[in-house]
């Protein structure tokens, strides 16, 4: 462990156009690994009938567009750079050789989680 006090992305204030992006794209990579998606599966994912699968990667629902995005934000970021545990493995894991701890999902034990995609 480095630190106890929760970090994330921080963003300029008075941006709340990017602010909203910036949420989403770290909400969409924690999801994805809730749903067991990864950039090398998500594209099996595309026949789904999985409501909640449907509205993650934007075969249903607009939240892409009500925050200004493609409705497919989400199957995006998760094909071209991974769930949270393939950016936490390739950028921290690994090359500091840590373990996920408290970075892991909160279904895992951990303290990492989503709010749900509608």
Do not use: C
């Amino acid at each position: 462990m480095i630190s106890k006090e929760p970090l994330g992305p921080v963003i300029a204030n008075g941006e709340p156009e990017w602010f909203d992006v910036v949420e989403w794209v770290s909400n969409a990579m924690v999801k994805a690994e809730e749903l067991g998606i990864n950039s090398q599966n998500v594209d099996r994912f595309a026949g789904t009938k999985n409501p909640a699968i449907q509205r993650f990667l934007g075969m249903e629902g607009d939240l892409g567009k009500n925050i200004g995005l493609s409705n497919d934000f989400a199957y995006k970021i998760v094909k071209n750079v991974g769930n949270y545990g393939e950016v936490y493995d390739r950028n921290i894991g690994k090359p500091f050789n840590l373990e996920r701890g408290a970075n892991n999902l909160a279904q895992s034990g951990g303290l990492i989680h989503s709010p749900p995609f509608r």
